[in-house]
């Protein structure tokens, strides 16, 4: 690996770690191996590296939902209540080991005011998140989803997402799962059609 590398796995353990605010440009230094110069060089600043590293990890984390399972392999767009129990359930399985991820989430909330260049970054990168959302319910390929799509369906899982994120940070045992979750969804369709779901 070279320097930009090493800085963004080291970011990654150090925000696992201290989380945004108490990481500093040395802690990520000393866990890289690397020097200052090199952050400036390749990211162009310490929250600008903190930034990647976080969408990363959500990344990785994502990729255990099985977004390679459902997106991208030129099915015709599938949406369905399984497809949904499914996805949730994996996102749901998810949730213990991504504990310290989530935590980040919430800190990048209640601290965006003593780092604004980061909550800067994340904020542009929701629409990104919501993108990478919808493939998993629908089949849709990413790069091809419509707008509209991402722009409803998408804002919709994201918000699913956040509530969920935090039942479970608050506490798990009482959390909602993937059946509760899509027997509310059930309902609300049986709801608005006259007609089981």
Not at 10 to 39: H, M, P, Q, W, Y
Not at 85 to 93: C, S, T
Not at 110 to 133: M, S
Request: proline residues 4%; negative net charge.
């Amino acid at each position: 690996m070279g320097h930009r590398e090493d800085l963004l796995e080291g970011a990654k353990r150090c925000l696992l770690d201290k989380g945004f605010v108490r990481t500093t440009a040395r802690d990520i230094v000393k866990e890289s191996g690397t020097n200052l110069a090199s952050i400036g060089y390749h990211y162009g600043s310490k929250d600008k590296l903190l930034a990647e590293a976080y969408i990363a990890l959500v990344e990785a984390v994502g990729d255990q939902w099985g977004a390679d399972l459902f997106a991208g392999r030129g099915e015709a767009p599938v949406r369905s209540v399984e497809r949904f129990h499914e996805v949730w359930a994996r996102i749901v399985d998810s949730f213990p080991e991504a504990r310290p991820i989530w935590m980040l989430s919430f800190e990048s909330v209640l601290y965006g005011d003593r780092i604004p260049e980061v909550r800067k970054i994340l904020v542009a990168a929701q629409r990104q998140g919501r993108a990478g959302l919808v493939p998993m319910f629908t089949g849709d390929i990413e790069d091809e989803t419509d707008d509209a799509i991402v722009e409803s369906e998408g804002r919709l899982y994201a918000t699913l997402l956040n509530g969920l994120m935090l039942q479970w940070l608050l506490d798990p045992d009482e959390a909602t799962d993937a059946e509760q979750l899509t027997a509310g969804l059930r309902r609300v369709i049986e709801g608005a059609t006259g007609s089981p779901a």
